[in-house]
């Protein structure tokens, strides 16, 4: 079983989590999946905390929000507490969000409600924040009508 884990750690990096559910999956015994989760743990093999970094760090860069990057690291069954620090590791969220807004929308802020509010979900469906939204779409259009 030892060998399963390595091999899968080989092609590419897992949560402690994910992989003791792949090793489960593949008919591996719990107890002994989690002596060789503890082991590859100790000698660094497998490090949640440097998935979580590295993680958010590939999810940023494809333009993902911090909120969503959250729910997908909680959905591979890291902490909340591993979660934050991997998230204050990442980009500043504002201007990822205001880059990301601009990049599929264009430099101009938007002038009506309803093209507002389309540029608000697509950021919302990113995974960014209220604040990082308001942020990206610029001044509020209330104060000029």
Known sequence: MRAAAVALLTRRDFSSAALGERLRRQGFDTALVASVLTDLSAERAL???RYARNFVAYHA???QGPVRIAADLAAQG???EQIEVALATGPDWTVLARRVRVRKF?????ESWTERSRQARFLQYRGFSSDH???ALGPDATAEE
Do not use: K, M, N
């Open 106 to 110: 264009g430099a101009d802020e938007p």
């Open 61 to 63: 860069e494809r333009g």
């Open 78 to 80: 890291l902490s909340g």
């Open 47 to 49: 490090d949640d905390e």
């Open 133 to 135: 939204i308001r942020s």
